[in-house]
């Protein structure tokens, strides 16, 4: 079973052997990997200029700052987002958006990737015709 169902999915990690493994764990369960990117800057350049990813797996703090403007981007366009980190997201970045989910490092790559395989699901079962 495919639970990302070849969905690209962007991965904003600035640790290369997380930002690793969470490539092969998308790519285990199915999905294509946009990234890995390591800052900010990098990843609004792609996010600008590239098609939307069907769905986000971000970490917070990055070497270049907080991914803030990246996830309030594709939050804006309905794009479901993970972000897991080990730091603090403020209570206006978790509450702007229900596709919107908060792990608290550390958490295995596999309950990030189900977790976001469970918010593509809903949104898929939303959008089939009835």
Not at 30 to 42: L, N, T, Y
Not at 68 to 75: D, E, F, G, K, N
Not at 85 to 95: F, L, W
């Amino acid at each position: 079973m495919n639970p990302l169902g070849r969905a690209c999915i962007l991965i904003v990690e600035d640790d290369p052997q997380l930002a690793d493994v969470f490539a092969r764990t998308v790519e285990a369960h199915g999905g294509r990997v946009i990234g890995p990117f390591g800052g900010c800057r990098e990843t609004e350049q792609y996010i600008e200029t590239e098609s939307l990813p069907a769905g986000a797996i971000l970490d917070f703090r990055l070497a270049d700052g907080e991914v803030t403007p990246v996830a309030t981007y594709l939050l804006r366009r309905g794009v479901p987002v993970v972000i897991c980190s080990g730091a603090y997201v403020p209570d206006r970045i978790k509450a702007s958006a229900p596709h919107l989910a908060y792990l608290p490092k550390p958490v295995s790559t596999e309950e990030v990737v189900d977790r976001l395989g469970e918010m593509l699901d809903a949104i898929r079962r939303r959008t089939q015709p009835a």
